[in-house]
C-alpha cells in the first residue's frame, strides 16, 4: 500500500532487478542511478499512473518486485529511450520495462497490442493488419498502374516485389496499403529520382513489430527473422527499415 | 634573453604553464633564491583565471587578486618567463635533466614593444587574438594587464608585411623572426598545465552548438567581464537584451559515462556557478531570475557552506534538484524552456528561460597527455598525472612533480596550495643560490628632497570599469590639477600595469616630483609596487600616498555615482594634503633566525617538521599530547586502499630519529613574542610544567582538528551506533563481526551542516563510502544504505561512489528538517527515513548503525594558540588564512604558516600537500639572511614622555617598557606598528612613522576644507 512504510528487515533476496541485470551486457548499469530525474524530465509517460522512468527504477532497486510487475504503466512507455540518451549512467531503463512487460501473463497484456501481435503471426506478411501476401502485391501493382498512367514523368517508376538481387531491401508499415494506399508514392518517387535499385519481399514486407513492443521473445524473433531471410534469400545487400 | 650562460646549469626548476598555480610555484621558487625558467603555449600568461569575471567566495574582481602576482612573477630575478614555448624532448633524470624548448615566432621583439597598439588597429588580421567571445577586446591582448606585455604577429595571414613593420613607431616588429630550439638543463620539473573546459557540443539535447543563448561557464564569466567582448555589460547573445531569467545546468562533462564525458566530479563547478549567480543578482537583484539546476551542490570546501547559505537566503538563488533533459528554443519568444521532473515529484514542470549557462567540467588536453608521454610520467584512467595518497604532487617520475588541475580537478586556492608543495619538492633536487652571488635589482641613490619646494604628481587609475565605471577618472585627474602643489595630474588607466608604472617613473624624473599620490586601489595589495617605482626613480619610498578610490568608494557606492565622484574628490584632498607632510624614512633591517617551530605532531606536523629538516633548517616539533600521530593514527585505511598504519609507523620513526627535529611532547605553548626571522616562544611542558623558551624564524600550526562526537542517534548509548572511525577499527579488528551482518545503515552529516556547525566536513562522504565497500567486501550479501543531503565525493572520489552503487549501496537523500528517525530495543534499530523518490517511508532493521561525524575544530587550541599567537579564527573555530584564495597556506601575521586540519576538515593526501606547501612558503621567507621590518613602528619623543604606564597597558603585544631612564621605550624589531600607543598616548609622545599626527591632521583638513 503507498502509505504505509517500506519494511527491510532479514537477508537481502535476489528480485526482478538482478535478474535483468543477468541479461544485459555491463548489467544495464541498472545499480548506477543517481536518482537526477533527468530520465523523467524527458519521458513522454512521466505522471502517467503515478509513475516516472526513476520511480520505477528506484522501486526495481528497493526490491518492490510485486508492484513494478504489476503496473500498466510499463505499457505507456514507448520504448522511444530518450532516457537513456541523456541519462549520465546510460541507464538501460527501456530494458527494464521491457523485461516487466515480459514477466506480463501473455493474456493479461494489452488488448490493442496483443492483437496486433496476434494478427502479424497469422502470415508470412508478418502485418499488424493482417493482410495477405496476395492483397499486398494487388495493391502495389494497381497504384503504381495508376500513377504511371497519370503522371507521364513517372512512367517508368517501379515498385517491384521480390526482385532478386536488389541493392536495398525495403519494409513498409502495412497500414499505408491498407487505408493509406496513395502514401505509399512519395517514397518510390524519390527512390525512382534517385536512381536506387531497390525491391519490397513478398515474405515480411510489414515493417512494424507489436510482438516486440508486447515483449513477446519468440514472436518478435519469428517476425524479424522471416523479413531477414526474404532480404538474404533476394541477395539484398541493404536492409532498408522505414519504421 | 636568449643567452643561457646567465642560468647555473641543473639549478634551475622548469615550470611549465603559466596559470595561477604555475606562477604561484615559480614565485615560491624564486623567492627560496632558486632560478626557474616559467613556459606557456600562449603568448602571454595567466591561464583560465584571466578570463574569470570574479572568484568566489569574496566576490573580488580577478585580474585584481592575480594581477599583483602576474607582475611579480616578471619582476622576479629568478624567473625566466618563455611565453610561446613548448617541450620538444626530455632526456636524463632527476637533478639532472636535459631538455629541449621550442619558442614559436612571436615576430615582435618584446623588448622594444610598447604594445601601443597601433599594429593591431591598422592590420587586425594580423594580430593574434584568442578566439571565443573574447574576440577583438580593444588591446587584443586578452586582459589588459598581460605579461608579456606584447602583441604576437600572425605572420601567415599578413599581405603586406612591409607596411605592417612601418607602422610601428618602435621598430619591434621582425618579420624575419624564427622558430628558436634551446637547450635547457633542470634539476626538476614542475608540471602545471592545468585543464581544458568540456566541449558540450557533443550533449545535443542541451543546445550548445545549436542556441547562442546556451553558453559555457567560461562564455559567461567573459560576458560578465569588463574587459571581456561586452565590456562587462550582461546581454543576451542572439538578440543583446538583457536577461531576465537565467538558468544554470551543473555537471555537463563531468559524472557522466556519456562518449567523451569524464566520470569524475570537475569539483569546482559547484562553487563557480553560485559564484556567477550571486554576482549576477548582485548586479541586478530584483531585475533579474536566477535558477541552479544542480545533482548534488558539493560545496565542500572552507567554508563554502556558508556561502551556499548566503546564495540561497541572501540573494534568493533557485537551487533545483533536478537534471534537465533538453533545452527547447522557442523561436516566436526567442526564449529557452526547460523541463524538469522536481527531485520529489513526478510530475514534470516547464519553465521558460532567457539564457543558459552550462556548468562545463575540466579534462586533461591531448597536448599534455603527449607531454606525459614525453617526460615518462605515468597518468590515471581519466589521463591526469598519476601521483601517490602519501605523495600527492610527485608523478610517477622521481624529480618530475605536478600541480592543480592536472593533478586532479580543483579550485584555485587547492591549486595554489599543491602548487606551493610542488615548488617544496622540486627545490629538495636542487641547490639553493647563495644569497651573495645572486643579482640584486639596483636602485638609484635616494635624492635628498628635504630642501625642495612641494612638487605633488597625481595618478588616478580608472581600473577598468572598477574606478571608471562609477566616476570619470579623467576629470578626477583634471580636478587633482587644481589642488595646492600639485604639479601634474594624469590618468593612468590600470596603474599596476607595467606602461603605467613606467609612465609614472618617467613623469617623475621629467617633472622633478617628490611627492606621489595614486588614486588607486588597496594599498595592501598595491603599496610596495607603486613604493618601487618611487625608488626607481630615485625617490624614498615613503613619499608616497594611495587613495583608495576602489575598495573604499567605486566598490561600495556603485549604485551612487554623483556621490562616489564627491567622495572621490574628497579622498585625492585627503592624500594630497597628507602627502605634502610625509617624509623620508629607513627600514629597520636584521638578522634572520632560520630554525622552525612546527606546533601540532599530527601527520601535517610531522610533514612539515620532516620536509624543513630534509632542507637542513632545525626544527622543534611541540605536541600537547604524550605521542605523536594525531587523528591518521586512529585510521587504518584510506578510500583508495592505503595502508595508514604502516605510513604512520614510519612516519612517526623518521620524525623521532631525525638529527634535526627535536620533538617536545606534553608541550603546551604559554606566550609569544618577535617578528618572523625572530620570534621567542615559552613552551610549559607536562607534567612538571616547567618553563623553556624556543627561538626561532618562522611557525607553523598544525594543530589538527578532533573527530566529532555530537550525543545524536544513541552514538556512545547504544553498542551498535558507532562512528566511520569506530568503523574502520571494526572492519579491520573484527572481521567476524561484519561477516554476520545483515543491514547497515550510515547516515550522514551527522554534526555537520547544521547550526552548532554549520560547514561540511568534506572527508565523511569518501568515509562512509570506503567503508561500505569494504562491509561488502567482506560481506557481499549485506546490504548497505547510505543516506545522506549531498553526496559530496569530488575529484576522482566520484569512481568509488560509483563504485559503490555498483555494487548495490542504496543511497537515499533526506531534508535537513525531516531528519532519519532511529528507535533501538537490545537486539535491533529501526532505522526510518523517507525516500523522496516514492514518497513512501522506509524502515530498515538494522545491526549496525555508522554515523559519519566528521570533524569539528579543536577549539581550546586555535582559541589559545590565536591568542597567544594573535591569529585570526573563522567563526567555526578554523584558523584563518591571510587570503582565502591565493595564500591558502600563508597566516595573516607574517612568519606564520598553517598546515592540515587546523586549516579546514579534509583527508590525508590534502593535509600532506599543505604541510609541504608550508614547508615551501616557509623556506621562501628564510631564504634571506636579513629581515626587513619597513619603517612603519612607534618611535617615543622621551622628552616628552611622563611614564603614565598607558602605552605599556595600551599595546597588545606587550612591547613598550618604562626603561632605567624612566621613559617608555618601545623597540622597533618587535613593534607591530599598529599605532594603538600612539593613540592612547596623553602626552602626545608617541608617533607612528609614516602615519604621524601632522599627517593624519592634514588629511583631516583636506577632507573637511573647501578648496576654492
Known amino acids: 500500500m503507498p502509505g504505509e512504510p517500506i519494511i527491510i528487515k532479514g537477508k537481502k533476496k535476489s528480485g526482478f532487478l538482478d535478474t535483468v541485470k543477468e541479461l544485459l551486457p555491463e548489467g544495464g548499469n541498472l545499480n548506477l542511478c543517481l536518482t537526477c530525474g533527468a530520465c523523467s524530465s524527458g519521458c513522454p509517460a512521466t505522471g502517467l499512473e503515478d509513475m516516472d522512468p526513476r520511480k520505477f527504477l528506484r522501486m526495481a532497486a528497493l526490491g518492490m518486485d510485486k508492484e513494478i510487475l504489476s503496473t500498466p504503466w510499463v505499457w505507456m512507455c514507448t520504448l522511444c529511450q530518450r532516457c537513456i540518451y541523456v541519462c549520465p549512467m546510460q541507464i538501460d531503463i527501456p530494458q527494464l520495462v521491457y523485461n516487466a512487460r515480459a514477466a506480463w501473463p501473455r493474456e493479461e497484456r494489452p488488448k490493442g497490442i496483443l492483437g496486433s501481435c496476434d494478427m502479424a503471426l497469422r502470415n508470412d506478411s508478418c502485418s499488424a493488419m493482417g493482410t495477405s501476401e496476395e492483397d499486398f502485391q494487388f495493391v502495389v501493382e494497381d497504384v503504381l498502374e495508376e500513377y504511371q498512367e497519370a503522371q507521364p514523368e513517372f512512367k517508368d517508376m517501379a515498385a517491384p516485389i521480390d526482385k532478386q538481387g536488389a541493392e536495398f531491401f525495403l519494409n513498409q508499415n502495412s497500414r499505408e496499403p491498407v487505408t493509406e494506399p496513395d502514401e505509399l508514392v512519395p517514397l518510390w518517387k524519390i527512390l525512382h529520382r534517385a536512381g536506387v535499385d531497390w525491391t519490397y519481399g513478398n515474405k515480411g514486407w510489414a515493417a512494424e513489430n507489436y510482438c516486440m513492443f508486447l515483449a513477446d521473445d519468440q514472436a518478435w524473433e519469428h517476425i524479424t527473422r522471416t523479413t531477414a531471410k526474404q532480404a538474404d534469400d533476394l541477395g539484398c545487400k541493404i536492409f532498408l527499415n522505414t519504421e | ?1012
Not at chain 2, 357 to 379: C, H, N, P, Y
Open chain 2, 1 to 1012: 634573453m636568449q643567452d643561457q650562460n646567465t642560468f647555473k646549469q641543473n639549478h634551475t626548476v622548469l615550470v611549465i604553464g603559466g596559470g595561477v598555480g604555475g606562477i604561484r610555484a615559480a614565485m615560491d621558487l624564486a623567492e627560496s633564491n632558486r632560478d626557474v625558467v616559467l613556459i606557456d603555449k600562449a603568448s602571454s600568461i595567466g591561464g583560465l583565471m584571466t578570463q574569470l569575471d570574479r572568484t568566489f567566495p569574496t566576490n573580488n574582481c580577478d585580474l585584481c587578486t592575480l594581477s599583483p602576482n602576474l607582475s611579480e612573477s616578471s619582476r622576479q630575478l629568478h624567473i625566466e618567463l618563455l611565453a610561446m614555448t613548448q617541450v620538444a624532448e626530455v632526456q636524463g633524470e632527476a637533478g639532472d635533466f636535459k631538455l629541449k624548448l621550442i619558442t614559436e615566432p612571436r615576430y615582435i621583439d618584446l623588448d622594444t614593444c610598447t604594445a601601443c597598439g597601433d599594429c593591431f588597429k591598422n592590420f587586425p588580421e594580423c594580430v593574434r587574438f584568442t578566439p571565443g567571445l573574447d574576440h577583438r577586446a580593444p588591446t587584443c591582448m586578452r586582459y589588459p594587464q598581460a605579461i608579456p606585455h606584447a602583441f604576437s604577429i600572425d605572420i601567415e595571414k599578413c599581405k603586406d608585411i612591409d607596411a605592417l613593420v612601418k607602422v610601428c613607431k618602435a621598430d619591434a616588429i621582425i618579420p624575419e623572426d624564427t622558430q628558436k630550439v634551446r637547450d635547457l638543463e633542470a634539476g626538476a620539473i614542475v608540471l602545471a598545465p592545468g585543464a581544458e573546459v568540456f566541449d558540450p557540443g557533443k550533449l545535443d539535447s542541451l543546445g550548445h552548438a545549436a542556441n547562442p543563448d546556451v553558453v559555457t561557464s567560461l562564455e559567461y564569466e567573459r560576458i560578465l567581464s569588463a574587459s571581456g567582448p561586452t565590456q562587462g555589460e550582461l546581454i543576451r547573445p542572439s538578440d543583446g537584451k538583457q536577461p531576465q531569467k537565467i538558468a544554470w545546468i551543473q555537471c555537463v562533462g563531468s559524472r557522466s559515462l556519456h562518449e567523451g564525458a569524464a566520470s569524475y566530479c570537475s569539483s569546482a563547478c559547484c562553487m563557480f556557478a553560485l559564484k556567477e549567480a550571486i554576482v549576477t543578482k548582485e548586479r541586478f537583484q530584483d531585475s533579474i531570475e536566477t535558477a541552479i539546476f544542480f545533482m548534488d551542490m558539493r560545496t565542500f570546501g572552507k567554508d563554502y557552506e556558508l556561502y551556499l547559505n548566503r546564495a540561497k537566503d541572501d540573494y534568493g538563488i533557485r537551487l533545483v534538484r533536478s537534471r534537465p533533459h533538453s533545452v527547447f528554443h522557442d523561436p516566436e519568444t526567442g526564449s529557452l524552456s526547460i523541463i524538469y521532473t522536481p527531485h520529489d515529484s513526478n510530475t514534470n514542470v516547464t519553465e521558460d528561460f532567457d539564457m543558459v549557462v552550462l556548468s562545463t567540467g575540466f579534462k586533461v588536453s591531448r597536448d599534455v597527455q603527449d607531454l606525459a608521454v614525453k617526460l615518462g610520467i605515468e597518468l590515471n584512467e581519466h589521463h591526469f598525472a598519476k601521483t601517490d595518497s602519501f605523495n600527492p604532487v610527485a608523478t610517477s617520475k622521481p624529480g618530475i612533480y605536478a600541480c592543480g588541475m592536472f593533478e586532479s580537478p580543483k579550485d584555485i586556492p587547492e591549486t595554489m596550495v599543491q602548487a606551493s608543495a610542488a615548488a617544496f619538492c622540486a627545490s629538495k633536487n636542487i641547490r639553493m643560490v647563495s644569497e651573495s652571488s645572486e643579482a640584486v635589482e639596483e636602485f638609484p641613490p635616494e635624492r635628498d628632497v628635504s630642501r625642495e619646494p612641494l612638487k605633488i604628481g597625481v595618478f588616478v587609475c580608472d581600473c577598468g570599469l572598477n574606478i571608471g565605471g562609477v566616476i570619470n577618472a579623467q576629470g578626477l585627474a583634471d580636478y587633482s590639477g587644481t589642488l595646492p602643489d600639485v604639479k601634474v595630474s594624469e590618468m593612468i588607466g590600470h596603474g599596476c600595469s607595467r606602461d603605467a608604472l613606467a609612465r609614472i617613473q618617467t613623469v617623475i624624473a621629467k617633472e622633478n616630483l617628490n611627492r606621489v599620490v595614486i588614486g588607486g586601489c588597496s594599498p595592501r595589495t598595491h603599496e610596495t609596487k607603486f613604493q618601487d617605482t618611487l625608488r626607481r626613480a630615485g625617490l624614498n619610498k615613503y613619499l608616497v600616498e594611495i587613495a583608495n578610490l576602489r575598495d573604499q568608494n567605486t566598490w561600495v557606492h556603485f549604485d551612487q555615482p554623483d556621490g562616489a565622484s564627491i567622495k572621490a574628490q574628497e579622498l585625492i584632498r585627503m592624500a594630497v594634503t597628507s602627502v605634502a607632510l610625509s617624509r623620508p624614512l629607513t627600514d629597520n633591517i636584521f638578522p634572520m633566525n632560520k630554525d622552525v617551530l612546527v606546533v601540532g605532531g599530527g601527520v601535517a606536523g610531522m610533514n612539515t617538521a620532516l620536509s624543513m629538516a630534509d632542507m637542513g633548517f632545525k626544527v622543534y616539533l611541540a605536541e600537547r599530547s604524550s605521542e605523536l600521530g594525531g587523528v591518521a593514527k586512529k585510521i587504518r585505511k584510506t578510500l583508495e586502499g592505503d595502508d595508514v598504519q604502516a605510513y604512520m609507523t614510519d612516519l612517526i620513526e623518521r620524525t623521532t630519529q631525525h638529527d634535526r627535529i627535536e620533538v617536545i611532547t606534553n608541550a603546551f605553548i604559554v606566550d609569544h613574542t618577535g617578528m618572523p626571522g625572530m620570534f621567542k616562544t615559552g613552551i610549559q611542558i607536562a607534567p612538571q610544567m616547567f618553563y623553556r623558551q624556543i627561538t626561532h624564524g618562522v611557525t607553523i600550526l598544525a594543530t589538527g582538528a578532533l573527530p566529532n562526537q555530537p550525543k545524536e542517534y544513541l552514538l556512545g548509548e547504544h553498542e551498535k551506533v558507532m562512528t566511520q572511525l569506530d568503523m574502520d577499527a571494526v572492519i579491520e579488528d573484527q572481521p567476524d563481526k561484519i561477516k554476520d551482518v545483515t543491514n547497515v545503515v550510515m547516515i550522514q552529516c551527522v554534526g555537520s551542516r547544521c547550526p552548532e556547525n554549520p560547514n561540511c566536513s568534506r572527508i565523511c562522504c569518501q568515509s562512509a563510502i570506503k567503508n561500505a565497500l569494504r562491509v561488502l567486501e567482506l560481506n557481499p550479501a549485506a546490504r548497505v544504505f547510505i543516506l545522506y543531503r549531498d553526496m559530496r565525493t569530488y575529484g576522482f572520489q566520484e569512481d568509488y561512489y560509483k563504485t559503490a552503487r555498483e555494487k548495490g549501496v542504496i543511497f537515499v537523500r533526506y531534508e535537513a528538517d525531516a531528519l532519519p528517525e532511529v528507535q533501538a530495543d537490545d537486539a535491533q534499530l529501526e532505522v526510518k527515513f523517507n525516500d523522496p523518490i516514492l514518497k513512501r517511508k522506509v524502515s530498515v532493521y538494522a545491526d549496525c548503525l555508522c554515523l559519519s561525524t566528521g570533524f569539528i575544530a579543536d577549539e581550546e587550541s586555535t582559541e589559545d594558540l590565536g591568542r597567544i599567537f594573535h591569529i585570526p579564527k573563522t567563526n567555526d573555530n578554523y584558523f584563518l588564512e591571510d587570503h582565502i584564495k591565493l595564500r591558502p597556506v600563508d597566516l595573516s601575521v607574517p612568519g606564520f604558516f598553517v598546515a592540515g586540519t587546523a586549516h579546514a576538515p579534509k583527508t590525508i593526501r590534502e593535509c600532506i600537500a599543505q604541510a609541504q606547501a608550508a614547508a615551501g612558503r616557509a623556506q621562501a621567507l628564510l631564504a634571506k639572511d636579513t629581515l626587513n621590518l619597513g619603517a612603519v613602528v612607534a618611535r617615543v619623543e622621551k622628552e616628552k614622555c611622563a611614564a603614565c604606564l598607558i602605552c605599556v597597558r595600551a599595546c597588545p603585544f606587550n612591547i613598550p617598557f618604562i626603561n632605567a631612564d624612566g621613559y617608555s621605550q618601545i623597540d622597533p624589531a618587535q613593534c607591530h606598528g599598529c599605532g594603538i600607543c600612539a593613540a592612547e598616548c596623553p602626552a602626545k609622545a608617541i608617533q607612528l612613522m609614516q602615519y604621524e599626527d601632522d599627517q593624519i591632521m592634514a588629511k583631516l583638513t583636506g577632507l573637511l576644507e573647501r578648496v576654492n
